[in-house]
């Protein structure tokens, strides 16, 4: 390759965008498609880091009170604030409680749901308090943290078909199938969380909209929990060959109507998955890279099983795979090498590219399934 011209050079280097630092906060460098953001165990407390798990930089965004136990992550737009909660309650890793490769814990006596607001400049992280039932959290496009939680009626609000909220009826709209609940949306002003949205939804089943029903889910930035998803968009395998080769590779995966091998490659990796299918659908830990001879194989340093939940992400050349909606026990590969791996970090992601988040398409609500709570009367 021909050397540029020292003038040149420099030219090139002044156009290339870096992070502005304000003044007093620690450096960080640009994310590549290798650069994550994780949760790490310090002792009795958890770092939150900026980690290229290529070039080895690291920054240690914050230090939080508490184990990294059921960590969550969000980012506004403009990437200077997060926010890190924890649910030690929080499951999600394996397809019974008594499967996978890393049977989960129960909670320590006494563990209580906890929230981090974090400046990013300076690494402050401040203690705030949580709303009930707080499913989901994030920022809105105004830079506000929003909290998205999920009432569950009493047995007699479900028999009535509705729920009182500050004092106004709210109806429980009919559901095909799950669970019928509502759910809110709380932004943080003025040092205290308050309602602004209520909706009727469903939780429980393959098509619930949980949190999402309200359209201040629509717009939210960067958080973990819309990653952290073990569901893949892929299709089936119908490669005869293939297939027949995944057969001896793993003899106890038999496809249905329902469980089968999904394609799920990029550019020249080829990698495959299997996915099963009941209540919910979910992508498993039984996978593969496909070789140059079409030949199945495990990829390295693999712990996961067919029992395990498993969360897979493509950033350019890099497949992440994590352990269900907790995020733990990451490997990282670049076509299909191992590039980086650990078995104590947790809610780990591709660190988000700075952009606007993207809104999607409204729902539709009939006047008695939503409430705005700024409002007098039901929308």
């Known amino acids: 390759m021909r050397a540029l011209p020292v003038l040149a050079l420099a030219a090139w280097l002044s156009t290339e965008p870096r992070p502005a630092p304000a003044v007093g906060a620690r450096r960080d460098f640009i994310a590549t498609d290798s650069t994550l953001s994780l949760l790490e165990p310090s002792g009795a407390r958890c770092v939150w880091a900026k980690l290229d798990a290529v070039t080895h930089q690291r920054l240690a ?10 960590g969550e992550i969000a980012l506004s737009v403009d990437q200077k604030r997060g926010l890190v909660w924890f649910d030690p309650r929080a499951t999600g890793a394996s397809l019974s409680r008594h499967g996978g490769a890393f049977p989960e814990a129960r909670p320590p006596a006494g563990a209580r749901p906890r929230l981090f607001a974090v400046d990013l400049d300076t690494g402050t992280a401040t ?128 496809p249905t109507d329902q469980d089968g091998w999904i394609r799920f490659g990029s550019g020249d990796t080829r990698f495959v998955l299997w996915e099963v299918s009941g209540e919910l659908t979910a992508s498993t830990g039984l996978a593969a890279f496909v070789d140059a001879t079409g030949r199945p194989v495990k990829p390295a340093s693999w712990p996961y099983t067919e029992k395990d939940l ?70």
């Open 61 to 70: 965004i914050a230090t939080l009170d508490g184990d990294c136990r059921g």
């Open 310 to 379: 498993v969360t897979y992400r493509w950033n350019g050349e890099y497949l992440l795979a994590t352990l269900g909606s907790l995020g733990s026990h990451p490997r990282l590969y670049r076509r299909g090498k191992l590039a980086w791996s650990s078995d104590a970090a947790q809610a780990v992601t591709f660190w988000p590219q700075p952009r606007r988040p993207a809104a999607r398409a409204a729902r539709t609500h009939s006047m008695s399934s939503r409430w705005c709570c700024s409002c007098s009367s039901r929308r």
């Open 127 to 254: 203690s705030r308090p949580l709303p009930p039932g707080t499913s989901d959290l994030g920022f809105d496009p105004q830079g506000r943290m929003i909290a998205l939680t999920i009432q569950e009626p009493t047995p007699a609000e479900s028999e009535k078909g509705e729920v009182l909220v500050d004092g106004v009826a709210v109806k429980l709209e009919p559901a095909a199938a799950g669970v019928r609940v509502l759910v809110h949306a709380f932004a943080f002003t003025g040092g205290a969380w308050k309602r602004f949205e209520t909706a009727s939804s469903t939780t429980g089943w393959n098509d619930a909209e949980g949190v999402t029903a309200l359209t201040a889910a629509q717009d939210l930035a960067f958080r973990s929990a819309e990653v952290l998803v073990a569901r893949v968009q892929g299709d089936r395998e119908v490669d005869q060959a293939l297939l027949e080769k995944l057969a001896g590779f793993a003899p106890q995966a038999r």
